[in-house]
């Protein structure tokens, strides 16, 4: 059974923007949307349902323009220049590096974000305050590393070597791997810090995990790991490595456990803050919303498969444990 995850608004502010302009020279409003991950992700679905749940149908009263980083080599920061160039009225721009590639291309147009660290980014003046063009919702990623560290103690015995696998190239990322280093270092644990970046990289970082002889693998939040959640998780099954992750959809494909906000609701929510951007509202007025509760999520078959006894007061406590 799943908890209501619930998230706080803190307070708001105004700021020297005006959005009526742009609004006007456009009857069907342009979105567009920045990502590493194509459109079929679990990330584009659950914002694109979060409009369509607000009333937004693609090609009838809104315009969507998708630009990834899939099958080209000029990066995020050409994609992000052309959606200026299309004219788009809003970006959502999904993780903390597609942000930065936005920011990088206009200052005018609304950027409306996710981030695992916006405040430490410099993305915005302040949570309650955001100033400039961008606001968002914030996945507080950094804030669970210690507590991932402590549930893999729980569930893997006498864990001391872990390996970590992070994308240095998103700029969120920094900032988990630093929590998660403090925290380690604080309980005594071991990191093996592995940069993954695609399929091959993570083909190889199991393969220098094992080498290394890791007990068990962390997955520092990255939209690119959403691209190959299926993949990491069968890797960490056949390469016998309790694994950990922030999200949801990680136990689901047959990762062992995740504890971290539900991401689908988060891009959900994101859609909210487009259509308040679209109807007039500044980004600036929009405070960056924080997730208040964390959900542990376990895959008591994947357990099973590793060997792994799950503790009865984590399996009483998880919002969800599937068998």
Known sequence: MRR????????GTAAAWSFAARAQTHPVPRIGILSVNPPGSIYAKAFLQGLRDLGYVEGQNVIIEYRDTIGRSDGLS???????????????????????AARQVTTNIPIVMTSSNPLGLGFVASLARPEGNVTGVSLMAPEGSGKRLELLQEIVPGVVNIAVFWNPSDPGAASSLKGTAT???????????LKI???????AAFEDSVKLGAQAVILLPAPQIGTYTQQIADLALKNRLPSMYISDGFPKAGGLVSYGVNVSSLFRRAAYYVDRILKGAKPADLPVEQPTKFELVINLKTARALGLVIPPTLLATADEVME
């Open 4 to 11: 209501r995850e619930f998230m706080t608004l803190l307070g």
């Open 78 to 100: 050409a994609a992000a220049a052309e959606l200026v160039k299309a004219g788009v009225d809003v970006i959502f721009a999904n993780g903390s590096e597609a942000t930065s």
């Open 183 to 193: 925290a380690a270092e604080a309980k005594g644990l071991k990191l093996q810090v």
């Open 197 to 203: 970046s695609d399929g091959i990289s993570i083909d």
